[in-house]
């Protein structure tokens, strides 16, 4: 089992910044890939941005630019650095873990980024 933790949501205006954490814990070895999922109300979950343990990144069209994923292996915790946020971008944010030769997913409880206006 492998346990995520996020933290960092909150309530920031438009054109502001926010960094969201991850930290993993539990059976973190063979984990391919961490990423952060977000959810707004009545639209289904969709991928903001991924991180490989190879260190290759792939991001959503529209946060391209705007949103950086990073990892500290020392911490074993992937970050979401998210600037210039715009109101669309609110939303819950999962943060995603996909270990082993079955890409078994593991998920987070979830944090609330709510942009204004």
């Known amino acids: 089992q492998v346990q995520l933790v996020e933290s960092g949501g909150g309530l920031v205006q438009a054109g502001g910044s926010l960094r969201l954490s991850c930290a993993a814990s539990?059976?973190?070895?063979?984990?391919?890939?961490m990423g952060w999922y977000r959810q707004a109300p009545g639209k289904q979950r969709e991928l903001v941005a991924v991180?490989?343990?190879?260190?290759?990144?792939n991001y959503a069209d529209s946060v391209k630019g705007r949103f950086t994923i990073s990892r500290d292996n020392a911490r074993n915790t992937v970050y979401l650095q998210m600037n210039s946020l715009k109101p669309e971008d609110t939303a819950v944010y999962y943060c995603n873990a996909n270990r082993g030769s079955l890409h078994i997913h593991y998920w987070g409880k979830g944090t609330l980024v709510t942009v204004s206006s």
């Open positions: 991180i490989t343990s190879g260190g290759s990144t």
């Open positions: 539990g059976s973190i070895f063979s984990i391919n890939a």
